[in-house]
RNA sequence: GUGGAUGUAGCUCAAUGGCGGAGCCCCUGGUUGUGGUCCAGGUGGUUGUGGGUUCGAGUCCCAUCAUCCACCCCA
């Protein structure tokens, strides 16, 4: 409150536990992803604005409100703060030559995402996103390959009662007809279309399907399908997409109402949902994308891959976002209490040489014993040492189990011998 | 971009238009320097900000900002 600066809009300080809460789930996935076979690749927070343009495209709300656009300074370049980061990988992709790498390139990357939106539960401006990205193959066995390594994602967190939903949207060859039959479809009925949505119909039809309007919904209930309007490759791909995932007894549901914001998707597209009754409740979304590397300047390289909200699996985890009265601060093994700046420096010493195989706090702000000894109580401290006077006049310090209660002095001599066998007998 | 709610101590909240408080947290003390309890004391506030009404505003009015929630959209 009596803070000078404060947090940007839709932004969040993360620490203490709910820190560590973060870097277990980043420890879980990482390994997971290890075993899929996956590697991390990491890229710019921020690209060139064209990229986003070009690959998310225009006509998006990414795309037309929500990017974090600026120039430099020179102003010469239009740089963005990247929205998602499919764009990135492509690009990375491209740029290094990775298309000579043998068989599928498969990446995961971690970290933060920057939207426009205006803030809610579950949605921020600056988001952190887990997503793979894997290039190189069109086979529909590695889309069902990519949904099942995300089910194991948030099963490594024991995130359960979660909803895939998947559905194919079509290639260059079978969706504009589709398309084109749905505005027709719409624009026959232009008076049954509630008019906030009326726009949409010319400038991305498919994407009525997600408005919450009921008499909008009613109304595409009535038209044909997507996936009944599918060329025979892609209703081909559809079914071993779906035939694999229930071989790998992945349960999954199709729908054919689920479209997707983003524009470079073909085929296959899928979203998991927690099914809470909080609204923020997609926590993952993904699909194919076979046209967005030549679309970036490369060659035609198919590809897939999806992204992890991590902040609304956390929520969905029921982790409370981080009361800081009530975080602690981190665990030590052992917890140094010292009365003056000499037994401070003391501390210090001995701490050095007690790093070597725990981990070790030295008190230095001069407060009470009493309240030192409380510190490391609640820093779970092992053992408490204690330096004063007359341990430093007699060259040993003060040793606490603060297990048992037990305490004994202990020559600096032999200070590193008796630590280590309380902490690893 | 649209709508709703809320802004008082670090946190959770009181205070009829009349001297800004409590609990928790933090710090100190309670026989030289030792455990989440207990007791005593203490630090901490431009009542989000700026105007207005009034003898007098935390309280009423206007504006503004911030946060939260929802729409929209998405992760």
């Given at each position: 409150m009596n803070a000078r600066y404060h947090r940007l809009k839709g932004t969040r300080d993360i620490f203490l536990e709910e820190v560590e809460r973060w870097r277990w789930c980043e420890e879980v996935w990482a390994r997971v992803l290890g075993r899929f076979g996956y590697g991390e690749i990491r890229t710019p927070i921020?690209?060139?604005?064209?990229?986003?343009?070009?690959?998310?495209?225009?006509?998006?709300?990414?795309?037309?409100?929500?990017?974090?656009?600026?120039?430099?300074?020179?102003?010469?370049?239009?740089?963005?703060l990247r929205p998602e980061m499919t764009a990135s990988v492509v690009r990375a992709y491209l740029e290094n030559g990775l298309q000579r790498?043998?068989?599928?390139?498969?990446?995961?990357?971690?970290?933060?995402?920057?939207?426009?939106?205006?803030?809610?539960?579950?949605?921020?401006?600056?988001?952190?996103?887990?997503?793979?990205?894997?290039?190189?193959?069109?086979?529909?066995?590695?889309?069902?390959?990519?949904?099942?390594?995300?089910?194991?994602?948030?099963?490594?967190?024991?995130?359960?009662?979660?909803?895939?939903?998947?559905?194919?949207?079509?290639?260059?060859?079978?969706?504009?007809?589709?398309?084109?039959?749905?505005?027709?479809?719409?624009?026959?009925?232009?008076?049954?279309?509630?008019?906030?949505?009326?726009?949409?119909?010319?400038?991305?039809?498919?994407?009525?399907?997600?408005?919450?309007?009921?008499?909008?919904?009613?109304l595409l209930a009535g038209f044909r399908p997507i996936t009944e309007a599918l060329c025979s490759a892609c209703r081909e791909h559809h079914a071993v997409v779906l035939d694999t995932l229930a071989r790998l007894s992945v349960p999954v549901q199709p729908d054919p109402t689920l479209v997707r914001g983003l524009d470079y998707y073909t085929r296959t597209t899928f979203e998991i949902t927690a099914g809470s009754d909080r609204k923020q409740s997609s926590v993952a979304g993904g699909g194919r994308y076979d046209h967005l590397v030549?679309?970036?300047?490369?060659?035609?390289?198919?590809?897939?891959?999806?992204?992890?909200?991590?902040?609304?699996?956390?929520?969905?985890?029921?982790?409370?976002?981080?009361?800081?009265?009530?975080?602690?601060?981190?665990?030590?093994?052992?917890?140094?209490?010292?009365?003056?700046?000499?037994a401070e420096q003391s501390g210090l010493e001995l701490a050095g040489l007690l790093r070597g195989f725990c981990r070790v706090e030295v008190d230095t702000t001069g407060r009470a014993v009493?309240?030192?000894?409380?510190?490391?109580?609640?820093?779970?401290?092992?053992?408490?040492?204690?330096?004063?006077?007359?341990?430093?006049?007699?060259?040993?310090?003060?040793?606490?189990?603060?297990?048992?209660?037990?305490?004994?002095?202990?020559?600096?001599?032999?200070l590193l011998a008796a630590v280590r066998e309380v902490l690893e007998g």
């Amino acid at each position: 409150m009596n803070a000078r600066y404060h947090r940007l809009k839709g932004t969040r300080d993360i620490f203490l536990e709910e820190v560590e809460r973060w870097r277990w789930c980043e420890e879980v996935w990482a390994r997971v992803l290890g075993r899929f076979g996956y590697g991390e690749i990491r890229t710019p927070i921020i690209e060139p604005t064209a990229l986003f343009l070009r690959s998310v495209g225009a006509g998006t709300d990414i795309v037309d409100k929500e990017m974090y656009t600026f120039e430099t300074r020179d102003g010469g370049e239009s740089l963005t703060l990247r929205p998602e980061m499919t764009a990135s990988v492509v690009r990375a992709y491209l740029e290094n030559g990775l298309q000579r790498q043998p068989g599928t390139l498969k990446f995961f990357y971690m970290g933060p995402m920057f939207r426009h939106d205006r803030p809610q539960a579950g949605r921020y401006r600056q988001f952190h996103q887990l997503g793979v990205e894997a290039i190189g193959s069109a086979s529909p066995v590695l889309d069902a390959e990519v949904i099942q390594l995300a089910m194991s994602l948030f099963d490594a967190v024991d995130a359960t009662g979660l909803l895939v939903r998947v559905n194919s949207i079509g290639c260059r060859e079978c969706r504009p007809p589709f398309l084109d039959d749905l505005k027709a479809f719409l624009t026959a009925r232009i008076d049954e279309v509630p008019p906030a949505f009326r726009a949409r119909i010319d400038t991305n039809p498919l994407r009525l399907y997600d408005a919450k309007d009921d008499g909008v919904l009613a109304l595409l209930a009535g038209f044909r399908p997507i996936t009944e309007a599918l060329c025979s490759a892609c209703r081909e791909h559809h079914a071993v997409v779906l035939d694999t995932l229930a071989r790998l007894s992945v349960p999954v549901q199709p729908d054919p109402t689920l479209v997707r914001g983003l524009d470079y998707y073909t085929r296959t597209t899928f979203e998991i949902t927690a099914g809470s009754d909080r609204k923020q409740s997609s926590v993952a979304g993904g699909g194919r994308y076979d046209h967005l590397v030549e679309q970036c300047g490369g060659p035609p390289v198919p590809a897939v891959g999806f992204s992890i909200g991590i902040e609304r699996t956390l929520l969905h985890l029921g982790d409370e976002p981080v009361d800081p009265q009530q975080s602690r601060q981190p665990a030590v093994d052992v917890f140094v209490a010292c009365l003056g700046r000499l037994a401070e420096q003391s501390g210090l010493e001995l701490a050095g040489l007690l790093r070597g195989f725990c981990r070790v706090e030295v008190d230095t702000t001069g407060r009470a014993v009493k309240t030192q000894v409380k510190s490391a109580v609640l820093r779970r401290a092992r053992l408490l040492l204690t330096i004063g006077a007359e341990e430093l006049e007699q060259d040993m310090v003060r040793m606490k189990d603060l297990g048992t209660g037990d305490q004994t002095a202990v020559a600096r001599s032999r200070l590193l011998a008796a630590v280590r066998e309380v902490l690893e007998g």
